[in-house]
C-alpha cells in the first residue's frame, strides 16, 4: 500500500510539474505575440463592420490562421471563421470564442486608429465602433491561435477557434450570431465537449479578471405592446378612449411586477420601456400607442412567470380603462450559465493567467450569445480587466458608448488566460 502512494504521489508531482512548465511555455509565447495582437486590435478598432457586414474583418481572421497552418472553414453564419487546430496526441475538443462585430456608434475617445467609419443603421447614418471590446476580443484569439499552434506536438486534443459574428443581433430580417452557427452545426464535426469565452471590461481594472459560477448574464428578451383605443379630440377625451393615459398606467403595472411580483433575493429581474411611440398631433388622441422594451431575468422559472404576468398586466390594465392590448414577447439570448463543474475546475487556470487577481462577482443584467454555446456544451465564460490603472486625460465611457476606451495592456491577461484554460482541461482530460 505504502508503495502504490508513493507511485501515486510521484505520478502526481510529475502532472503538476509538466502542466507547469506547459503554462510557463505558454506565457512565454505570450510575451512574444503581444506587442503584435495589440497592433492587430488597433487595425480592426481603426476598421469596424457592422453585425453580419463584417467581410474585412473576417478576411484578415481567416488569412492569419491560414498563415499559421490551421484548417479554415469560412462563410459560418454568413461572416464568421472557424479554425481547426489538431494537437500531436488525442485529447478533448475545445471550443475557444471571440465575436467580431461593432456597433452604430460614433467615436469620440482620442486614440490616434479611432474608427472613422460610416455606415447605414436602421436607415440612419451612423458611425462605426467597436464600442464593446469585441476587437480585443479577435486579436486575443488571434494571439491564442498564433501560440498554440506553436505548441501542436504537446497538444492533447484539438481546439477550435471559433470567431462569431453578430453578437451585437443580426440586422431586422436577419439571422446571425452563436445561434445560427449552433444551427449550421459550428460545434459538430469535431464534436466541442467544452467552450470557453472572454469579455474584456471597461469596468474592471487591468490585470483583474472576474467571474461568477451559475447564471452570470442575464436572458434577453423583447416585449411589443399595442394599446388600441378610439381617437377623439384632445379637447375631449371622453368622447373615445384614450391609449396614452393607458399606455402609461400599464408601464407603471409593469414596475410592480419586479417590485412587487418577483422573488428578487432568488435572482435579479429587469422590465424597461425604451421605445414609445403614439399620435401625430397635440389636440388629438390617437386610436393607437406602441411601446417596445427589454425583459432581463437570470432564471428560466422566473423568466417564464414574468412574460406571463407582463401579458396579464397589460391586457386587464387597459381592459379597465376600455381599451386592448395586444401583447407580443420575443424570446432572444437564453442566460447566460457557467457550467459549475467546469468553472470549478478552471479557476486555478485563470488565477495563474492574473496572478492571483480574481474575484467572484455579481450576476450581469446585459446578455450575451455566447449562451447559446453553453446550452449545447458545458462553457465557462468571463471578464477581464481592461481599465487603466493611471487616470488618463480625457473622458473614459462605459461600454456602448461613444467614449469606451480599453486599455491594451489588459489584453495580456486575457490571452494567458485562453492559453491556461485551454492547455489545462487538455492535461486535466488524459
Not at 466541442?192 to 474592471?204: E, M, Q, R
Request: hydrophobic share 40%.
Amino acid at each position: 500500500m505504502k508503495r502504490t502512494i508513493t507511485l501515486l504521489l510521484c505520478v502526481f508531482a510529475y502532472n503538476a510539474f509538466a502542466q507547469s512548465a506547459l503554462n510557463k511555455k505558454t506565457d512565454k509565447l505570450a510575451a512574444e505575440v503581444e506587442q503584435r495582437m495589440i497592433e492587430w486590435r488597433r487595425d480592426f478598432h481603426e476598421y469596424p463592420e457592422l453585425s453580419n457586414r463584417e467581410f474585412k474583418t473576417a478576411e484578415k481572421v481567416a488569412a492569419h490562421l491560414k498563415s499559421l497552418g490551421i484548417e479554415v472553414q469560412t462563410g459560418v453564419a454568413k461572416t464568421g471563421v472557424v479554425g481547426i487546430l489538431k494537437g500531436g496526441k488525442p485529447g478533448p475538443v475545445i471550443g475557444l470564442r471571440a465575436d467580431i462585430d461593432a456597433l452604430p456608434v460614433t467615436e469620440r475617445t482620442p486614440v490616434p486608429f479611432a474608427s472613422k467609419v460610416k455606415s447605414t443603421y436602421n436607415e440612419m447614418e451612423t458611425g462605426v465602433m467597436h464600442a464593446c471590446g469585441h476587437d480585443t476580443h479577435i486579436a486575443i484569439l488571434m494571439a491564442t491561435a498564433e501560440v498554440l499552434s506553436k505548441m501542436k506536438a504537446d497538444l492533447k486534443g484539438t481546439v477550435k477557434f471559433i470567431f462569431q459574428p453578430a453578437e451585437e443581433g443580426a440586422p431586422e430580417g436577419e439571422e446571425g450570431g452563436a445561434k445560427l452557427m449552433v444551427k449550421e452545426g459550428v460545434l459538430k464535426n469535431p464534436d466541442v465537449d467544452v467552450i470557453f469565452g472572454l469579455h474584456i471590461s471597461a469596468d474592471t481594472p487591468v490585470g483583474m479578471i472576474n467571474y461568477k459560477p451559475g447564471g452570470t448574464m442575464a436572458a434577453s428578451d423583447r416585449f411589443i405592446i399595442k394599446v388600441k383605443g378610439q381617437q377623439s379630440h384632445g379637447s375631449r377625451p371622453w368622447g373615445g378612449v384614450d391609449p396614452i393615459v393607458a399606455s402609461a398606467q400599464i408601464i407603471n403595472g409593469l414596475q410592480t411586477i419586479v417590485s412587487r411580483q418577483t422573488e428578487l433575493t432568488k435572482e435579479a429581474a429587469v422590465i424597461s420601456v425604451g421605445v414609445i411611440r403614439g399620435g401625430v398631433r397635440n389636440n388629438i388622441i390617437p386610436e393607437e400607442v406602441e411601446m417596445i422594451g427589454t425583459i432581463r431575468t437570470l432564471d428560466t422559472d422566473m423568466q417564464k412567470i414574468i412574460h406571463e404576468k407582463i401579458k396579464l398586466t397589460a391586457t386587464k390594465i387597459a381592459e379597465s380603462m376600455g381599451a386592448t392590448a395586444d401583447v407580443n414577447i420575443i424570446i432572444g439570448y437564453p442566460v447566460t450559465y457557467n457550467d459549475l463543474e467546469l468553472t470549478a475546475k478552471m479557476v486555478p487556470s485563470i488565477n495563474k493567467a492574473a496572478g492571483g487577481n480574481v474575484h467572484v462577482v455579481d450576476a450581469v443584467t446585459g446578455a450575451e450569445d455566447f449562451s447559446f454555446f453553453q446550452q449545447q456544451v458545458p462553457g465557462f465564460y468571463f471578464f477581464v480587466g481592461g481599465r487603466p490603472l493611471v487616470e488618463k486625460p480625457f473622458k473614459l465611457g462605459g461600454h456602448h458608448t461613444p467614449d469606451f476606451y480599453i486599455e491594451e495592456a489588459g489584453m495580456l491577461t486575457g490571452l494567458k488566460a485562453m492559453l491556461n484554460v485551454t492547455v489545462d482541461y487538455m492535461e486535466m482530460k488524459k
